[in-house]
């Protein structure tokens, strides 16, 4: 795991996958102060208050007030995270949070090179 | 072929002119971080006419620091060659689409006292910007996600002389 300087999270980051690794590591590159998994979202609570849906964004920029959530998954594929995001922009109008698509991702390592094989 | 080397001239020259009437007695310095934007900022300086300075710098690249091994932080090649303070001083950027790049930039640069800092680019991608506060004023081409060659623009340092600008199939 790299040292990270611009991270300001509490405990250790524990990346999901390596996409997620490779956007932190340009994050801190460039100095942009960043969290990992900071806030989880309730969307939906059943009639008892207990939560059945949450969406816990990968990344929160504090500087820009920006949580980023990253996907690997195939355009086709990211259905079911868009309306999570959508959920969450209905309920917390508020935050600003954005999507990076694997699209978006390929373009980052292609510019960067990052390693994003596995 | 994505702009043809007309349509890159006439809009060029139309930011020359914006620039020279926003900037008309103030002198300003134009930053060029290379190397994509000196096609750019060669034909940009000489629509601009009125006075003005031009200098370079160059920031190590991710890949770069990536390949150097330990932690890489961003950090500066080759520095400016003019002081900023008391200067009104305009970055002139290839292509900003994150915005990580011209973030550093202007935090770098923001410290050296200059009167004003704002931002020209050529191509932008807004819908990718991570960083939003950012100074750009001046806009060329708002483009798709694509990768281009040409006007400075290159694929492994080829391409950058051609003079228009072409959409890179992958």
Not at chain 1, 53 to 82: C, G, I
Not at chain 2, 110 to 132: G, K
């Amino acid at each position: 795991m790299p040292d990270f300087q611009a991270y300001r999270g509490q405990e250790p980051p524990r990346f999901a996958n390596r996409a997620e690794l490779e956007c932190a590591k340009v994050l801190d590159y460039y100095g942009v102060p960043w969290q990992y998994e900071p806030t989880t979202f309730v969307l939906e609570e059943d009639e008892d208050g207990r939560i059945v849906e949450a969406f816990k964004p990968d990344f929160y920029l504090p500087e820009q007030d920006l949580y980023v959530e990253v996907t690997v998954m195939k355009q086709s594929l990211v259905t079911r995270k868009n309306r999570k995001l959508r959920k969450l922009r209905e309920r917390y109008p508020d935050v600003r949070v954005k999507l990076f698509y694997k699209r978006d991702i390929e373009r980052l390592a292609e510019r960067y090179r990052l390693e994003l094989a596995s | 072929m994505y702009l043809t080397r007309e349509e890159l001239q006439t809009r060029v020259r139309e930011l020359g002119r914006e620039l020279a009437r926003d900037y008309a007695g103030r002198e300003p310095l134009l930053v060029a971080p290379l190397k994509a934007s000196f096609v750019f900022l060669a034909d940009l300086s000489r629509a601009v006419a009125i006075p003005h300075g031009v200098d370079f710098l160059e920031l190590a690249s991710y890949a770069a620091g990536a390949d150097s091994g330990g932690h890489a932080r961003i950090r500066l090649l080759k520095d400016l060659d003019t002081e900023l303070a008391g200067r009104h001083v305009i970055v002139v950027e290839d292509v900003i689409d994150t915005g990580l790049t011209l973030n550093y930039l202007c935090k770098t640069l923001s410290l050296r006292d200059p009167v004003s800092l704002a931002a020209v680019t050529l191509l932008d991608r807004p819908y990718r910007r991570l960083v939003e506060d950012l100074p750009v004023r001046y806009v060329g081409f708002t483009v798709p996600d694509e990768l281009f060659v040409g006007y400075g623009f290159d694929l492994e340092e080829r391409y950058r002389n051609l003079p228009d600008l072409h959409v890179l199939e992958s």
